[in-house]
């Protein structure tokens, strides 16, 4: 199949990359393993066994209406919490070939909604927002964005960085939650080619 590049003639890309059917199911479970995998789990509370005090009963058994035994009951202020939270681990396991089937499954999808756009390259040489915006602007790229180019010089992300909703990710940095979340894809022919050798 291919791909048209905005300014040049098409260039040929893999159908088992940019042509697969859409799998909810697996781009579901990757995109909720990928963010679970940021999530920090530090989340700690103090159970009645994990406070200081006196473990001393404070009043007699009988005869002073509810029974108790000490002061770190969840029951009283400043007690222990009835089910304390733990520091834990929120990671799923995706193997590999999970991974790059949701992302081929993603590209695919955004593919057949007309969500991504090719360029020979993005020709900023000056690290300018205006520039940046220009460009932008030229390609009718709108909403949240997402910039691929491979080798990218310094100049695109400094002329990126101050404009909102605009990424700038090398191939290596592809993440299946960027991608769903982006209104448009712009990438640069070589940033394609790297994205099919990897994912074919």
């Known amino acids: 199949m291919e791909l048209n590049v905005i300014g040049a003639k ?9 042509g697969k059917e859409f799998r909810e199911d697996l781009v579901h479970q990757v995109v909720v393993a990928y963010r679970n995998a940021g999530r920090a789990g530090t989340k700690a509370q103090k159970s009645r066994s994990d406070l200081s005090g006196t473990t001393k009963k404070f009043k007699k058994q009988k005869g002073g209406g509810a029974r108790h035994g000490d002061f770190r009951a969840p029951i009283f202020v400043g007690g222990g919490v009835t089910f304390a939270a733990r520091p834990r681990s929120f990671a799923q396991k995706v193997n590999r070939k999970m ?16 969500r991504i756009s090719v360029v020979e390259s993005f020709g900023i040489e000056q690290p300018k ?30 002329a990126a960085r101050n404009v909102p909703y605009l990424h700038v990710v090398d191939v290596a940095a592809l993440d299946p939650v960027s991608l769903v979340g982006a209104d448009k894809i712009v990438m640069t022919v070589e940033s394609l080619k790297r994205i099919e050798e ?3």
């Open 10 to 18: 098409p260039v040929s890309v893999s159908e088992a990359v940019f």
């Open 99 to 114: 991974f790059r089937g949701a992302m081929v499954s993603i590209l695919s999808e955004l593919n057949r909604q007309g």
């Open 129 to 158: 927002t205006k520039q940046m915006v220009a460009k932008l602007a030229e390609l009718k790229a709108e909403g949240r964005v997402v910039l691929v180019a491979e080798n990218a010089p310094e100049a695109l992300y400094l």
């Open 198 to 200: 990897w994912l074919a």
